[in-house]
């Protein structure tokens, strides 16, 4: 309870008091130096989320996670019509409006399924994707697969070998496909309840349709096998269709500027964008446009957020190309040197063209030299910071890379680890869960698909905060409140339809207030 006395000691005695609503089951926490805390989990037990079941008008519900170890905890709270003047002020402007939500999901790789099997009991690998999926879990809706092999796999593959085959009739899905991806998916599907929202992406074609014969490296597509790629994307959506899976989206290949650059060391095809839109515009587009799969959506870029507007402007050049592609993806990994603007100019320009976020990781660059950092709260809230600055430069979901992967942040045959928002060791069979899960989970879990953007006007003092809010389709109203900074910062937050609510956002916390 002390957490809890701590989290809303100025909310006592003000205005609406607020008490916990003790979990169901608790975080059991481990501290790791170099890091901090995560929530271990085993065969027998995981922490699960309260529900966030709904509350009669006079009430509100909050979410709490923080560096002094809440990891999603439930409150309960009156409004108030207190006016006291103190506090950050943010008035809720349900009259503007902004973009419609998709969701939020993660990425089946090999590695992850592979990590997830590394779990010897049935139990664990269940706890482990029903944190991810189902209502006990953050409720991913999202599920991003790629096509074939990636640097997250223990090799390089393709699903054609054979050199010259151009009518693709040697194609065939791998072991990897038929262990690592499709059964879990499908497991996973089951946790949710509903089909998740799959998203394919291509890393490398097969190395005889490439330039430099390799999967990596600077290579190109050969322009007699522009129609051989497209046909193998078909030929994938096809494969995965018998075997029961459909797919909601497709981008037109992982960072095509990978393969421009000479140093590049993993899966790979590069592409400029004048013959990017060639390929879109003459093979893909009308394949994809002409197969069974005609609503799958298509998104282009799929790589950093500093190429835009600029790329799209190139690509959409081609009119045919253009009428092709529903959106862009944009991938996290600059993000901090790169302002969000460019987000807002691209939805500018081409208002009908959604923007996803389609990938997103921490410790993949080169200096950072803690690859996997158990525990680390400061990965949590560079995930926190990107998620609401993207929502709120009209970006429709949020999809985080390997689901799980190992104690050094593989496997990857190329040897590029990073970390990931579950971490599982063999050794102990027991995964953990990263303040970076907790992280996507204030949004996932509560801001559903087809979720509208808000407006949140702040209206006194400086901006200590980053907010964001959203009106779902059950009319429940979702806001998420982040205080990045070394002290506590009081919060009064008006809804004119149902009054105020007042908390503090203690020092490096982050909350998700939800009301009908
Ligand atoms: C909220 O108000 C109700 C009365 O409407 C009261 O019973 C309850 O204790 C209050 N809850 C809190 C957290 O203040
Ligand atoms: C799993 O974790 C729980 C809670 O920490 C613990 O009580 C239990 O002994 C663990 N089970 C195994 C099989 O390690
Ligand atoms: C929102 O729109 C309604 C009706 O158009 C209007 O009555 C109300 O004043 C507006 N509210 C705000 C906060 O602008
Ligand atoms: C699972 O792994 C644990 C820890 O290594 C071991 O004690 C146990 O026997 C294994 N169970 C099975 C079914 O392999
Ligand atoms: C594939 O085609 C290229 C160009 O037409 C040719 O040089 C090569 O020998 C062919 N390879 C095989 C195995 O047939
Ligand atoms: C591809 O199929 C077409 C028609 O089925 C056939 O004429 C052609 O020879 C085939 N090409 C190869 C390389 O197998
Ligand atoms: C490719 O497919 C053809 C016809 O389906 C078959 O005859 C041939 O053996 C296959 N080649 C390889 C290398 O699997
Ligand atoms: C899309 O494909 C389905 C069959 O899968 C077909 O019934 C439908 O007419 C197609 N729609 C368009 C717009 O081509």
């Known amino acids: 309870m002390t957490r809890f006395a701590k989290l809303f000691l100025t909310a006592c005695g003000i205005a609406s008091i607020i008490f916990p609503v003790q979990a169901r089951y608790p975080c059991v926490p481990r501290d790791f130096d170099k890091g901090g805390t995560v929530c271990v989990c085993n065969s027998t037990y995981c922490d699960t989320i309260d529900p966030a079941e709904r509350v009669t008008a006079g009430k509100y519900l909050v979410y709490s996670s923080s560096i002094d170890g809440l990891r999603l905890e439930k409150s309960e709270g009156n409004f108030s019509d207190s006016t006291l003047p103190s506090g950050v002020k943010y008035t809720i402007d349900r009259n503007r409006t902004y973009q419609k939500i998709f969701g939020f999901g993660t990425a089946f790789t090999d590695a992850a399924g592979i990590n997830l099997l590394k779990l010897n009991s049935t139990d664990s690998q269940d706890k482990l994707l029903k944190a991810y999926f189902s209502s006990e879990g953050i409720e991913l809706n999202f599920g991003r697969v790629p096509i074939g092999g990636c640097d997250f796999s223990t090799h390089t593959y393709s699903y054609d070998d054979v050199e010259n085959d151009t009518n693709l009739s040697n194609f065939s899905l791998t072991m990897?496909?038929?262990?690592?991806?499709?059964?879990?998916?499908?497991?996973?599907?089951?946790?949710?309840?509903?089909?998740?929202?799959?998203?394919?992406?291509?890393?490398?074609?097969?190395?005889?349709?490439?330039?430099?014969?390799?999967?990596?490296?600077?290579?190109?597509?050969?322009?007699?096998?522009?129609?051989?790629?497209?046909?193998?994307?078909?030929?994938?959506?096809?494969?995965?269709?018998?075997?029961?899976?459909?797919?909601w989206g497709l981008t037109t290949g992982n960072e095509p500027l990978n393969g421009i650059v000479p140093i590049n060391r993993f899966n790979s095809l590069g592409w400029s964008p004048q013959g990017h839109r060639e390929w879109i515009g003459n093979n893909l587009g009308p394949l994809l446009r002409n197969s069974e799969h005609n609503a799958t959506k298509l998104l282009a870029l799929d790589d950093q957020r500093f190429l835009l507007p600029w790329w799209l402007e190139l690509v959409f050049q081609n009119e045919d190309?253009?009428?092709?592609?529903?959106?862009?993806?944009?991938?996290?990994?600059?993000d901090t040197l790169y302002p969000a603007t460019a987000l807002s100019r691209t939805h500018m320009r081409?208002?009908?063209?959604?923007?996803?976020?389609?990938?997103?990781?921490?410790?993949?660059?080169?200096?950072?030299?803690?690859?996997?950092?158990?525990?680390?709260?400061?990965?949590?809230?560079?995930?926190?910071?990107?998620?609401?600055?993207?929502?709120?430069?009209?970006?429709?979901?949020?999809?985080?890379?390997?689901?799980?992967?190992n104690p050094t942040g593989g496997p990857n045959w190329a040897n590029n680890f990073v970390d990931s928002a579950i971490i599982v060791d063999e050794?102990?069979?027991?995964?953990?869960?990263?303040?970076?899960?907790?992280?996507?989970?204030?949004?996932?879990?509560?801001?559903h698909e087809g979720s509208k953007r808000v407006h949140l006007q702040r209206q006194k003092g400086p901006s200590a905060l980053q907010t964001v809010a959203f009106l779902r389709p059950d009319?429940?109203?979702?806001?998420?409140?982040f205080n990045g900074r070394g002290l506590d910062v009081p919060l009064i937050l008006v809804d004119p339809k149902r009054g105020t609510i007042r908390f503090t956002a203690t020092k490096h916390s982050v909350h998700t207030v939800i009301y009908w």
Not at 181 to 195: D, E, H, V, W
Not at 475 to 481: D, G, H, I, R, S
Request: glycine content about 8%; proline content about 4%; overall charge neutral.
């Open 176 to 247: 990897e496909d038929d262990t690592f991806k499709i059964p879990i998916i499908k497991r996973a599907q089951k946790f949710r309840g509903s089909s998740l929202k799959l998203l394919a992406s291509a890393w490398s074609p097969p190395i005889w349709m490439k330039t430099n014969n390799d999967f990596s490296g600077f290579g190109f597509l050969h322009e007699e096998f522009y129609d051989a790629w497209a046909k193998y994307h078909i030929k994938f959506l096809d494969e995965y269709k018998k075997n029961g899976l459909k797919f």
């Open 427 to 447: 050794e102990k069979q027991e995964f953990y869960k990263q303040p970076m899960f907790y992280a996507l989970g204030h949004f996932s879990k509560f801001i």
């Open 350 to 405: 081409y208002p009908g063209k959604f923007i996803l976020a389609t990938e997103a990781c921490v410790g993949d660059k080169p200096w950072d030299r803690e690859k996997v950092m158990l525990g680390s709260w400061t990965r949590g809230e560079m995930y926190i910071k990107d998620i609401i600055e993207d929502l709120n430069h009209w970006v429709t979901g949020w999809i985080d890379w390997n689901f799980a992967l």
């Open 321 to 334: 190309a253009k009428s092709y592609i529903d959106g862009v993806g944009v991938h996290w990994y600059w």
């Open 475 to 481: 009319q429940a109203m979702v806001v998420v409140v």
